[in-house]
């Protein structure tokens, strides 16, 4: 629970008000059972204690892991997940990960990785996402051409 507070801390300190969902970067983890349980109680914890911030909670991970955060009492309200199958879209994901869940506007989906970049005259290595999901408050959106979410 102290990791959700010193994240609300840090968004503070760094001028982030208004931003209304805050993600945990949980990565993939191991199928065994007793990971698994870890966890989903971290997670769970996570959760409830943005919610008692008015915070949505989201997690970044595998789509591998994300059916286990479906079965925590505050699961999470948004996903951000990582998938290398280079197809620009938030839905038919890796292992079998349900359409229906996360489903209205909540998924955001890292379709590539590590590539080296030039912006601005700076080189830079980036990931490629697929956002049908909140990252940045209201009105701060702007629509990716090769970003499917029907």
């Not at 102290?2 to 760094?14: D, F, M, V």
Request: proline share 4%; aromatic share 14%; net charge negative.
């Amino acid at each position: 629970m102290g990791e959700a507070a010193n994240a609300q801390q840090a968004a503070s300190t760094l001028g982030l008000q208004g931003y209304s969902v805050i993600y945990y970067d949980l990565e993939s983890y191991s199928t065994n059972i007793t990971c698994r349980n870890s966890a989903k109680s971290f997670l769970n914890g996570w959760d409830y204690m943005m919610s008692l911030s008015g915070i949505l909670s989201g997690v970044y991970g595998s789509p591998c892991n994300a059916g286990d955060w479906t079965t925590i009492v505050y699961v999470p309200n948004y996903v951000w997940l990582a998938d290398w199958n280079y197809d620009p879209d938030v839905w038919g994901l890796a292992c079998g990960l349900p359409n229906g869940l996360w489903a209205y506007n909540q998924r955001i989906h890292q379709w590539d990785h590590d590539l080296d970049q030039t912006w601005g005259g700076y080189q830079l290595r980036i990931d490629l996402d697929c956002a049908d999901g909140e990252v940045a408050p209201a009105g701060h959106a702007s629509e990716n051409p090769l970003c499917t979410v029907e």
